[in-house]
């Protein structure tokens, strides 16, 4: 069985609900059975269990993250018992999003309470989608009334839009999907996002990629809306024409682990494995490592700007240039880049700048 879970999130009003409907045509039709997990807080706060009538936020957040750990695990345990090829649970917000519904001090106590931590509950999805909300370029269309739930004003709903999508940034396969075209092109580019994330039929390029100049570093920490991640991958011994790699992603002591195998190394939108390993999995795959091959480790630094996902990848052996990744929604997309980015070159089909092939370049010292 091919089972994915994805997170659709947004900040209010973003079209969410209509989403899922949208989802629901698009996936069924190509051969998916299709689960949704409704929002724990819109299902708790209708009755009667809110921040407001609860002991305090922290109370109420840790029995809502409770619930929601506790649907989401029995979903997939459902889910792993019905005769499907191909399952896709789609989770109508995920844990993530009640990180911008705290202070600090109140979600590191939430996740002592659960025994986790961020990496676990940000990654632990395979894609996560963040509609933008309409409060953010489409203020008129901007409602409450549809959402018993929803008190936001329209400034509120625009800084709340923002504090979701630094929750989810540093998630190794976040797209942001914004209002610059009308709500039917909305939903279709949220439509085309998890198809091209799924390995179906995609119209364009998933991402493009540059090279530039060494950014400052500690300018990159300062920054509000960046996560710095931690990344190893080590490729495995494997039959000709299979590229089999293995990778630890996390930071700060907690990690998570992934086997990834692609049919076509030359495509690589075309992925038809990708599932969570435990740690004594991980370990025990370390020892098939290629020994032809060297280990890539870089540091990825995930960041927003103007609504836009950039991943930035610093590699140890080099100290004059970096890699920045840019997914785009279409061909003709106009990239926005931050102002401290220098672009030296676009490598977005330049073969010797692929992990596989850096992995294998003997002018590169460890």
Not at 212 to 233: A, G, H, W
Not at 323 to 350: C, G, M
Request: net charge neutral; with cysteine; charged share 30%.
């Amino acid at each position: 069985m091919e089972l994915s879970k994805i997170v659709i999130t947004g900040g209010p009003c973003a079209g969410k609900t209509t989403a899922m409907s949208w989802i629901q045509n698009a996936f069924v039709s190509r051969g998916y059975t299709v689960l949704f997990i409704g929002e724990t807080a819109t299902e708790f706060i209708r009755g009667g269990v809110a921040p407001w009538t609860t002991g305090c936020n922290l109370d109420y957040q840790k029995v809502q993250l409770s619930l929601q750990i506790e649907k989401e695990r029995l979903f997939e345990q459902a889910a792993r018992t019905m005769k499907a090829d191909k399952v896709l649970i789609v989770c109508d917000r995920g844990l993530l999003d009640n990180k911008a519904y705290m202070t600090p001090e109140e979600f590191e106590e939430a996740m002592h309470y659960l025994g986790t931590n961020e990496v676990e509950m940000r990654d632990g999805y395979d894609a996560v989608f963040h509609l933008v909300s309409a409060a953010k370029g489409a203020e008129e269309f901007y409602t409450t009334a549809n959402n018993a739930a929803r008190t936001e004003t329209v400034e509120q709903a625009r800084d709340l839009d923002d504090r979701l999508i630094a929750a989810w940034t540093g998630h190794p396969h976040l797209r942001v999907i914004d209002n610059a075209t009308d709500f039917s092109l909305k939903m279709r580019r949220l439509i085309a996002e998890i198809s091209s994330f799924l390995g179906e039929s995609a119209p364009y390029k998933a991402q493009r990629k540059f090279l530039i100049e060494y950014p400052d570093v500690l300018m990159l920490e300062n920054l509000k809306k960046c996560t710095r991640v931690e990344i190893s991958q080590t490729y495995l011994r494997s039959p000709s024409g299979k590229e089999i790699r293995i990778r630890q992603r996390g930071g700060n002591g907690h990690y998570i682990y992934f086997p990834k195998m692609l049919r076509n190394p030359a495509d690589p939108t075309k992925v038809n494995i990708e599932r969570r390993l435990d740690k004594d999995e991980y370990l025990k795959l370390l020892m098939e490592a290629d020994p032809s091959m060297r280990q890539i480790r870089k540091t990825r630094y995930c960041l927003t700007y103007h609504r836009r996902y950039f991943e930035l990848d610093l590699y140890p052996f080099w100290k004059d240039k970096a890699v920045l990744k840019v997914p785009i929604q279409a061909e003709d997309d106009e990239i926005r880049f931050p102002k401290w980015v220098k672009i030296l070159s676009e490598i977005t089909d330049d073969e010797h700048y692929t992990n596989l092939a850096l992995a294998t370049d003997p002018n590169i010292g460890d």
